[in-house]
């Protein structure tokens, strides 16, 4: 984020949409993580500032909940379903596939360049499709670790292309 005088416009903008109601504290946390992509701390705290609310009690909401992150996340959202299905029908040889296309790790799930993160959920309740993985919120069902892999590169060579 930058230091510069405007850097909240947005988030006044989403709490002015929800009526700066703290009873829409959630709401107002998904839509702020939908502009940055994350929770940035001092947003947190600006929010809590807004509402009236403790800046622990925000946080504690933040955290709480497993859709919310603190973290900084790439521009194009990859989940990899490891649940039973998925995992029995090849997850790990796509995750596997996923972390060297990308340079990615264990502990590093997102690109430098903040293009791409790659995450493993439990289940998306597509087991049929196992195994699964969806970017940005579309589904690739019985997908391999070659096609994934085509995937990434598809969106990589359209970033390029704008």
Known sequence: MTDSPRKFDRVV???E??????????PILQQVQDFYRYLPEEVLTFIATSL???PSHVYG??????HFTLVPKGKHMCKLCDGTACHVRGSMPILEALHKELKLSETKDTTDDMLFTVETVSCLGACGLAPVLVIDDKVYGN????????L????KTSAEET
């Open 13 to 15: 903008e989403i709490l």
């Open 17 to 26: 949409i929800n009526r700066r109601d703290p009873a829409r504290l959630i």
């Open 52 to 54: 009236a609310l403790p």
């Open 61 to 66: 909401v933040a955290t709480f909940y497993a």
């Open 143 to 150: 997908v391999s670790p070659e096609e994934s892999v085509k």
């Open 152 to 155: 990434i590169r598809d969106i």
